[in-house]
């Protein structure tokens, strides 16, 4: 019954577990591990750890900690985590973050300078993957942030088990593993671990949803259930880039899409363009205007916004098009869209200064 903790969900991850977590990353030369000091984090290094004592040859760990300078108590969750390390005979790395803090999107902002320090240690280090070790738990608070956000369908998507960030590649193998389960090997391993604190503080988005989360299972919607929903929709989003990029090549071998190799104007046909599903032509459009922009990526929100507006146009209504006898313009992440009677057009918009300067004169 959903909502109900499994007994499996309680048990620690056997060896045989853990070679199949990994597996896939056994010919890397090197991996960078981000160990907060948190029960995920040390759970996640001493798995690899015990993983890579098995092999005969394997890649080289190289842990990392990264002080944000956010809590008193970090400096020493740091040196914990060094320790435990070396016992492990794994390299470890403290890093800080230093410099001015902000003064709102904590969260947001310190995740960013994580990223950024972890990516800095990889190029260090010789390694092109960093692992992190978000799990079932944090896939279904991911999508249930996405949701009240009113992402689209790739953010409900959530977290992919491989991403790109800071020129790394953030391998995520404790991605359909629960939490308590690596408590539950911490447990039986006699390893301590952090407790953060700032987990629990309200004030922040995630930890007011994750104490929505056992009344939701209640109602059978448990982290399980919710993190196989958030891959659900990863397989259906994974299914319309296929055939998005299928219309893009349908197009273009048909004289009806223009698509430049280096930076360049995008031109479609408008009413090939207008034919096309609302989500392939909504990603068309995505793509091109992200493709030119310079002040990007383009926000969902505003490209629907805009894609209703060239619909109006395109079908004649309301359009700016008929009112006036000029084509439609519209400028949107630093692209400039420009819609005439035939054709639909995308291109890199000039700088902000540069069209102040026109509008003066």
């Known amino acids: 019954m959903a909502g109900i903790m499994r007994d499996e969900d309680n048990a620690p991850i056997s060896v045989q577990e853990a070679k199949n977590l990994f597996a896939d990353w056994r010919a890397l030369p090197a991996i960078v591990l981000a160990v907060s000091g ?23 760990l190289v842990a990392v ?73 944090d896939q279904a608070e991911t999508l249930l942030m996405r949701l ?8 409900l998507g959530a977290m992919a088990r491989e991403s790109e960030r800071e020129g790394a590649v953030l391998a995520r193998p404790l991605l359909n593993v629960p939490k308590s389960r690596l408590i539950a090997t911490l447990k039986r391993a006699k390893i301590g671990f952090a407790d953060d604190p700032t987990n629990r503080d309200t004030t922040f988005t995630r930890p007011r949803l994750r104490a929505l989360l056992p009344q939701l299972a209640g109602e059978g919607g448990d982290a399980r259930v919710l993190a196989r929903l958030a891959h659900r929709l990863a397989r ?14 349908y197009l273009a071998t048909r004289g009806h899409l223009s698509m430049p190799r280096e930076p360049g104007a995008t031109v479609v046909d408008a009413g090939h363009f207008a034919a096309l599903p609302d989500e392939v032509r909504l990603r068309l459009l995505m793509r091109a205007i992200n493709a030119v922009g310079h002040e990007g990526p383009a926000e969902l929100g505003k490209v629907e916004s805009l894609l209703a507006l060239l619909d109006r146009a395109l079908s004649g209504r309301r359009s700016a098009a008929k009112s006036t006898g000029k084509g439609l313009k519209q400028t949107l992440a630093g692209a400039l869209i420009s819609l005439t009677a035939t054709s639909l057009r995308i291109e890199a918009a000039p700088q902000r200064r540069h069209r102040a300067a026109m509008m003066r004169k």
């Open 236 to 249: 259906a989003n994974a299914a319309i880039d296929v055939l998005v990029d299928g219309a893009e090549r």
């Open 148 to 155: 009240v956000r009113g992402s689209g369908i790739a953010g």
């Open 38 to 60: 948190g029960p995920d984090s040390v759970a996640l290094m001493w798995l690899v750890a015990r993983w890579r004592r098995a092999l005969t040859q394997g890649p080289r």
């Open 65 to 137: 900690t990264v002080d944000h300078g956010l809590r008193d108590e970090a400096a020493r969750e740091a040196r914990e985590v060094k320790r435990l390390a070396r016992n492990l005979g794994i390299e470890h790395r403290t890093l800080r973050w230093t410099g001015d803090k902000p003064n709102s999107a904590v969260p947001a902002s310190a995740r960013a300078a994580r990223y950024r320090l972890l990516g800095q240690a990889a190029r260090k280090a010789g390694a092109s993957h960093v692992f992190v070790a978000h799990t079932r738990d």
